[in-house]
């Protein structure tokens, strides 16, 4: 199927007439293509954008809240053909595409129409002198730059506070997973979306995203990827003075105490280690145990990610689907090939699989636990995003705790014990934006999501990213 882009409320072809082949990982095989969109296709998007921010923010708010309910409304109603679309794309288990990422792409829409409708903002009284209010007002073009792991849950994660917030926006999903964002589009000019609210730009991320980061009037810029994107985007946008945020990687820790809930604490450490072919930013790669607890949660821990069933994505019980593309799988293997160099030992896993018949030729790798490395090596430093983890033993709660904090990243961690002193004391602990204790994944979208340290700046999700999206101004009135 011919991806198009959606620009000024039309379908259209990129300015070049270039394509780039769309692939679908569980096969290895091409099976449409989408726009190789360049600077051109991005200044007439930022052009539409621009041009329909007065109409948009000025819209009643209740008006443009409806909007958004009705594209989530379209989303449920096509939820089987987006997860076709999202596991085509990425990889995924279909079964992981219909309960997480459509359903959770509809909530994100819900839930910024409405929180839209409630914002308060703040006044204060100066001592019978002078009042003071605040407003809060949409800040113009908002730059939406997502990545493929979660394709249409990520790009509406972006989109929907940023309309929300009353701004027009110029996205671009990654070029290896753009198919639920073309089909998203469609969905917004069904829900009658105004013409230029919404521009999706379509292609490599060295061409569109960099166009859409460089453009003097995109004011604010949302991204999620990698640290080394996330890097370059920052050193683009900082001269310009642009509202910037960073959603990057994470190398996340699993703290296993010896007074866990051990069934628990296995079961949802295989989710929070192989989902989505551990291709999470929030999995769970660094599992730290107990010594006392060791030995008995690996013998567990190993023949349960046995049972994991690496397949075709569209098969019932697939719980491992297909990498995203060829070059991650092997990107994925090296870094297991690195493990082995640096000392590691293979407990279980750490090959690629040949399946049969419709995937012979897809991207799949085995879940894979090594053991014997220390904190310190480049395989327990560095962001595999694979089914890969690693899992070592610790004696003291401060150990557990300098282990947890000893790499760039400070995204998330999971820490199981049923001691709730040490919940809180460890918790507090740990440089991480976002913490589970004794759960993994379990999102209020009221709260705060983001990084620390390397795995991000500003918040996502959240009343935050609403206001992310606007500007503040106090007014200050003599009495
Ligand atoms: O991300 P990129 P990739 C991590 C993970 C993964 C690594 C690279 O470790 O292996 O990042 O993944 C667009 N200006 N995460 O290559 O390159 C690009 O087109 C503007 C963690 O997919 O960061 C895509 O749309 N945009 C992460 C988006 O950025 C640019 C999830 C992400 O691509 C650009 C994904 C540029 N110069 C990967 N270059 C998480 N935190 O969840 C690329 N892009």
Request: charged letters at 20%; proline letters at 5%.
């Amino acid at each position: 199927m011919n991806i198009l882009n959606y620009i000024n409320g039309q379908l259209i072809a990129p300015v070049s007439g270039q394509y780039l082949d769309n692939i679908n990982p569980a096969e290895g095989k091409v099976y449409g293509n989408i726009p190789d969109s360049d600077s051109a296709d991005v200044t007439k998007a930022v052009e539409s954008a621009a041009a329909a921010f007065p109409i948009w923010s000025a819209m009643p708010l209740t008006k443009r809240a409806n909007i958004l309910l009705k594209i989530a409304e379209l989303i449920d109603r096509d939820l089987d053909k987006l997860a076709l679309a999202e596991s085509a794309d990425q990889g995924k288990p279909l079964k992981l595409a219909k309960s997480v990422d459509i359903p959770r792409a509809s909530a994100n829409l819900r839930f910024y129409a409405t929180a839209s409708m409630h914002v308060s903002t703040e006044s204060h009284l100066m001592e019978g002198e002078a009042i003071n209010y605040t407003t809060q007002t949409p800040i113009g073009v908002a730059g939406c730059i997502s990545p493929w792991n979660l394709p249409l849950y990520l790009f509406t994660w972006k989109i929907a506070p940023a309309l929300a917030a009353g701004c027009t926006v110029v996205a671009k999903p990654s070029e290896l997973t753009p198919m639920t964002a073309f089909l998203f589009s469609k969905l917004c000019i069904e829900a009658g979306l105004p013409a230029g609210v919404l521009n999706i730009v379509h292609g490599l991320g060295n061409k569109v995203g960099q166009a859409i980061v460089e453009h003097p009037e995109v004011s604010v810029i949302s991204f999620t990827g990698g640290t080394v994107t996330g890097k370059r985007i920052a050193a683009t946008a900082a001269p310009m003075f642009k509202k910037l945020s960073l959603e990057l990687g994470g190398k996340n820790p699993n703290l296993i105490f010896a007074d866990c809930d051990f069934d628990q604490a296995v079961s949802t450490s295989i989710q929070s280690s192989f989902s989505n072919q551990g291709e999470i930013c929030l999995c769970g790669s660094r599992i730290l145990v107990e010594r006392s607890l060791y030995n008995k949660f690996i013998a567990e821990f190993v023949k349960r990610t046995k049972e994991l069933i690496v397949g075709d994505p569209l098969e019932e019980n697939t719980r491992v689907g297909a990498l995203v593309s060829e070059a991650h799988m092997n990107k994925v293997l090296s870094y297991i090939e690195l493990a082995k160099s640096e000392g590691g030992e293979i407990i279980c896993g750490g090959k690629q699989v040949s399946l049969s018949g419709r995937c012979e030729n897809g991207y799949f790798v085995e879940p894979t636990v090594i053991a014997g490395l220390d904190q310190t090596c480049r395989t327990n430093q560095e962001e595999i995003f694979g089914p890969v983890v690693t899992i070592m033993p610790f004696d003291t709660e401060e150990e557990a705790i300098n282990y947890a904090n000893s790499n760039a990243y400070g995204l998330s961690a999971t820490i199981w014990t049923e001691n709730l002193k040490r919940a809180h004391r460890v918790s507090h602990q740990i440089k991480s934006g976002i913490i589970w204790v004794n759960c993994w994944l379990l999102r209020d979208l009221r709260t705060p999501f983001g990084g620390m340290k390397q795995s991000g700046v500003g918040r996502e999700g959240g009343w935050e990213a609403l206001q992310f999206f606007t500007e503040t101004k106090n007014v200050c009135i003599k009495l």
